[in-house]
């Protein structure tokens, strides 16, 4: 069945620094793939998707891109911000269905 | 976010209680879905709705009885639930037909059984 692996966390850093989060997977076909971010006390929102292979998406600096040939769509970002501290989500999509598979979530702290 | 809304945002019950959750889109889409996150734990799918057909049920207990009278309402009936049970509980929605199928998911109602 379909799986994704993400880095354990918690993940702490200093303003500025650079993140990455580290997300593997295992599907048949060709998935989307997609980053969700919860703030604390919140629901999951969208941060950012990708279609098909090669595919960067990216959205408030954060940048993830499909790779098929590792299986992988690892989260980035040059510089974080205090205000980037959540939990972060990776996941994906069955090409047929509906039915979305999420990894176990990274904790996020940055501090100032 | 707000194209996604549920109601209540804390639910503290006893296991002899009935309640209800309530989950409402905006967005226009056909398909609507409750997902249970417990600490520690993926996030698990529950259930799944079509144009208000129920088309898929991830083998969940029968103390949790889904409800969709319309594409843009979701409701999630609870009666004598466990402690165990005690989760945040997440509504999203999405339109299958509009290519890759991007769920959009509400604030969530979190649910403590005493």
């Known amino acids: 069945g379909n799986s994704v692996t993400q880095m354990e966390g918690p993940v702490t850093l200093s303003e500025e620094a650079f993140l990455t989060i580290n997300c593997t997977y295992t599907a048949t076909g060709y998935p989307s793939l997609f980053w969700y971010v919860q703030y604390p006390g919140e629901g999951l929102q969208l941060l950012l998707k990708a279609t098909k292979a090669d595919d960067k998406g990216s959205n408030k600096g954060f940048e993830a891109t499909y790779r098929k040939e590792t299986t992988s769509f690892h989260l980035e970002k040059g510089s974080v911000q205090v205000s980037d501290s959540a939990v972060y989500f990776c996941a994906l999509l069955e090409t047929s269905g509906s039915r979305l598979t999420f990894g176990e979530g990274t904790q996020l702290t940055v501090n100032p | ?114």
Do not use: I
Request: proline share 8%.
């Open chain 2, 1 to 114: 976010e707000t194209g996604v809304t549920q109601t209540p945002r804390h639910l503290v019950m006893g296991m002899t209680n009935k309640k209800s959750l309530k989950c409402e889109q905006h967005l226009g889409h056909n398909a609507m879905y409750w997902y249970k996150q417990s600490a520690k734990k993926p996030l698990e799918l529950m259930f799944v709705y079509n144009f208000k057909e129920q088309t898929e049920n991830n083998s969940v207990p029968s103390r949790f009885s889904p409800e969709c009278p319309n594409s843009s309402h979701l409701f999630l009936h609870l009666h004598t639930l466990q402690p165990e049970d005690s989760a945040l509980y997440l509504c999203a929605s999405s339109q299958p037909s509009r290519g890759p199928d991007t769920q959009y998911f509400g604030p969530g109602t979190r649910l403590t059984v005493l």
